[in-house]
């Protein structure tokens, strides 16, 4: 293990950020992992994984420890489930197409979501009506102070909506090694209820969609609407879809009746954040090499050579109108470092 110092983290997030990590070392195994916090116990410490959720808005200050822990396995199986054991730093999409491939049903709606599977529980992700916590069975991880190894099973992650207690009560305690799904082997769930999904079906004529043909229509509507961060710096969705009260909603709805919305209980409703951004006027607007993208509003980009605070300052401002305009806070969903 190799320990550099003034490391340059361009390449290890997907904004693209020029930004340095005062010393840097990618651990490969849970056994490096545990010799480098052992070694390393003074030293601050920054835990990087696929660095798709973040947004660096100066030079990291501390050890970043880059999680590069591969490997995927069937750990068990019965008739009708099987569980999938993958280490944290294998790819999420790859995971996805790895179950697809064998016919494990489960994570199928949220093909190319960027990142890595060990920052999955974290945010609970989620696309197209599936979060993690519907396959989540449980996940190891190692007490950064101690390095001792700690199953959280699904009940103690606390999942909400792109929340768990690893964003509250355990945050930057523990780091996340490996993570089990329980995935279906046969009677699937398939789940094409959102309106994208379906008028993809319908325009490729599939009726009764197997696993692969959900996977390939979210693949075709992601790539028509996200840009590739390896073609343009971005972070995927930048914001949160706001849940608000329904009497803010009928207020808000009086105002502006074409509002869109999901109902989310008797006293709650969601209301999609794209929408909000896009009517108030800032899709496909720059702002230097700082931008919102052209076919997603949801979607701050990095068009060369921003900086994490510019892209920090368009999220703000967004922020700022859309709560002048409809009394709405949106909050941002990546992590501003």
């Not at 904004?15 to 195994?29: D, L, N, R, T």
């Not at 197209?128 to 992650?157: H, L, P, R």
């Not at 009746?257 to 109902?263: A, F, L």
Request: glycine share 8%.
């Amino acid at each position: 293990m190799n320990i550099i110092s003034n490391f340059p983290l361009k390449k290890y997030n997907t904004f693209g950020i020029e930004a340095f990590a005062k010393k840097f070392v990618a651990v490969h195994s849970v056994d490096d992992l545990k010799k480098v916090l052992e070694e390393n116990k003074s030293e601050k410490k920054f835990i990087l994984g696929g660095g798709s959720n973040m947004l660096l808005t100066k030079d990291i200050d501390a050890l970043v420890i880059h999680i590069d822990l591969k490997g995927k396995k069937i750990i068990k199986e019965d008739e009708n489930f099987v569980w999938v054991e993958s280490q944290a730093g294998e790819n999420w999409h790859e995971l996805v197409l790895f179950t697809i491939n064998q016919n494990f049903g489960g994570l199928e709606n949220m093909s190319l979501i960027p990142g890595n599977v060990g920052t999955t529980p974290v945010q609970n992700i989620g696309a197209y009506g599936t979060e993690i916590k519907d396959t989540f069975v449980s996940c190891e991880a190692i007490n950064i102070d101690t390095q001792e190894v700690k199953t959280f099973s699904k009940e103690e992650c606390n999942f909400g909506y792109r929340e768990s207690i690893f964003k509250h009560e355990v945050k930057d305690q523990f780091i996340i090694t490996s993570v089990v799904f329980k995935l279906t082997k046969r009677n699937h769930k398939i789940n094409i209820s959102y309106g994208d999904i379906t008028a993809e079906l319908e325009k490729q004529n599939i009726k009764n969609p197997t696993l692969k043909e959900v996977s390939n229509a979210v693949i075709a509507i992601r790539q028509s609407k996200l840009p590739d961060p390896k073609e343009l710096g971005n972070s995927g969705s930048f914001f949160k879809n706001p849940i608000i009260s329904r009497n803010l909603f009928n207020k808000v709805k009086l105002k502006f009746p074409e509002i869109k919305h999901y109902d989310v209980s008797e006293s709650e409703v969601k209301v999609p954040a794209g929408w909000l951004i896009e009517q108030a006027g800032f899709k496909g607007k720059r702002f230097g090499d700082a931008g919102i993208h052209k076919n997603q509003a949801l979607v701050l980009v990095n068009y060369g050579n921003a900086t994490g605070q510019e892209i920090l300052n368009v999220s703000k401002e967004i922020q700022k109108t859309i709560f002048e305009k409809y009394g709405i806070h949106i909050e941002a969903e990546v992590n501003i470092i």
